[in-house]
C-alpha cells in the first residue's frame, strides 16, 4: 500500500517533522538549489522565528528562510 503524504507550504510546515521539498518558485530555484534545498530532498524544520521565518535542516547544514519565501516552497509530510 502507498503511503499518503500531505502537501503543505513551509509556512505551516511542524518544527522536527521530517518533510521533502516537493516544489520550489523558479525565480528561487537556483539560490535555494546552491543551498541544497531542491524539489526530492529530505529536510526538517527546526527552528520557528517570531517574525514567520523558519530555520531548517538540510543535509548537515542550517539554512534560514523568510516567511515571504516560505509560502511558496511546498513540502510533503508523511503521515
Do not use: K, N, Q, Y
Amino acid at each position: 500500500m502507498d503511503e499518503v503524504m500531505d502537501v503543505i507550504t513551509l509556512a505551516e510546515a511542524p518544527v522536527a517533522t521530517p518533510l521533502t521539498l516537493s516544489a520550489v518558485p523558479d525565480e528561487h530555484a537556483w539560490r535555494l538549489s546552491r543551498l541544497g534545498l531542491r524539489p526530492g530532498t529530505a529536510f526538517s524544520v527546526i527552528r520557528a522565528s517570531a517574525g514567520g521565518g523558519r530555520i531548517v535542516s538540510v543535509a548537515g547544514s542550517r539554512v534560514a528562510l523568510g516567511s515571504a519565501l516560505l509560502r511558496g516552497l511546498l513540502a510533503e509530510v508523511a503521515r
